[in-house]
């Protein structure tokens, strides 16, 4: 014999309609009156003597109970048969305790109603005003001070319902915001990555097929300028499918991770561009610490990519210190000053580069600066603490 798991019967039934799921307190309620205990409560707005239960008690039982199956799916409609019932078990003087479905009902109208409130809120309260004064009529009304008294207990029910409604309607504004930042932090992301890889390379690409232009008499070194191009071509490639697997949920999480070998093979492929690179690397990388690799990885290739661009042929210093803290990063090219970095031919750039780059320093809690040194040199600085890598 099987055994339901509890967990997948909870799974399936909080899946099923909602009609479904409000079906059982209505059930409840209906069979409440016709328990010995309850068969003399109700709410009673007439002073006459209560009605036996018997055969016609059934209609305002059910047309109070058997809505509230519906009270979520369709909160007017069942709030206006509970209503019906209400005042029917009045008038008849039956007096069930099925009375307590008034309340229910419009807590739930006033948390799932979406339209037309003000004219229900109204409605209701005519109707109301005409059942005491039908009470009334008949010799049975109650004082006006416990008519009074019972509609502010509905009045509250209601109030009740619109506050469940606006911390819902404010919880939903909330999770709607949550996800439009989100959304915006992944897209700025992306960006910031495309804008490192596809300006890193390219700039390469174009400073060797600049320089492969003087090398036509020179068949041998073409080859090697144009095998430089093609190399430069595919790592694009690689690094744009690493960008691109993070839009695609499928994908497995590309490993973005750089550590002291992958700075090497940059500064060596932009040595291949033209740009003569020195590089200098103290102590070791931490295991474990993806984020802040990838970081001083990015750091580095903005600077070298701002050398090709902006400075072509000057002497560029790569200076990465890993400390016990935190790593420090130095990407300093030579020259003149700002007028002489401006005036050298250049691919157009918007600084993107350099602020997304910051954003990602500071997302880790590092710094970053850029601008020129004493000496004229471009210098990009940045320190970068280990934080939780372990």
């Not at 799921?21 to 409560?41: N, T």
């Not at 005042?87 to 009902?105: C, F, N, W």
């Amino acid at each position: 014999m099987s055994v339901i798991d509890p967990r997948t019967a909870a799974a399936a039934w909080r899946r099923s309609h909602v009609v479904l799921r409000d079906l059982p307190l209505a059930l409840l309620i209906a069979v409440a009156p016709w328990i010995g205990p309850l068969q003399e409560q109700g709410t009673r707005l007439a002073d006459a003597p209560q009605r036996p239960l018997d055969a016609l008690a059934l209609v305002p039982i059910a047309l109070q109970a058997l809505p509230l199956a519906a009270r979520r799916r369709w909160p007017a409609i069942s709030l206006g048969l509970v209503a019906i019932g209400f005042a029917i078990d009045q008038l008849t003087g039956y007096v069930t305790a099925a009375g307590i479905a008034l309340p229910i009902a419009l807590v739930s109208a006033g948390a799932h109603l979406a339209h037309h409130r003000r004219a229900v809120v109204v409605g209701l309260s005519a109707g109301y005003v005409a059942l005491a004064v039908a009470l009334e009529r008949d010799g049975a009304g109650e004082d006006a001070g416990g008519v009074v008294a019972f509609y502010l207990v509905l009045a509250a029910a209601w109030c009740v319902g619109e506050w469940l409604r606006r911390t819902r309607a404010a919880e939903a504004e909330r999770r709607r915001q949550v996800a439009v930042t989100t959304r915006l932090t992944e897209r700025t992301r992306i960006a910031r990555d495309l804008h490192d890889v596809v300006t890193h390379h390219v700039t390469a690409m174009v400073v060797q097929a600049e320089a492969a232009r003087y090398l036509t008499a020179h068949p041998d070194r073409l080859d090697g300028a144009l095998n430089a191009v093609a190399d430069t071509g595919r790592r694009a490639i690689s690094d744009l499918r690493q960008v691109l697997d993070l839009l695609d949920p499928a994908a497995s999480s590309p490993d973005t991770a750089r550590d002291s070998g992958a700075l090497r093979e940059l500064v060596e492929r932009t040595r291949l561009a033209g740009q003569p690179v020195e590089h200098r690397t103290e102590g070791e990388p931490r295991a474990g610490s993806g984020d802040v690799g990838t970081a001083v990885y990015r750091v580095v290739q903005e600077g070298l990519t701002n050398a090709l661009k902006h400075a072509p042929g000057r002497p560029t210093i790569v200076d990465v210190q890993y400390g016990r803290d935190a790593v420090t990063v130095n990407v300093a090219t030579q020259g003149d000053g700002p007028s002489a970095i401006k005036a050298t031919p250049s691919a157009p750039g918007g600084g993107r580069g350099l602020t997304g780059l910051k954003e990602r320093v500071v997302a880790l809690d590092g710094e970053l600066t850029a601008g020129f040194d004493d000496d004229g040199a471009f210098v990009v600085r940045a320190h970068v603490p280990w934080g939780g890598a372990s």
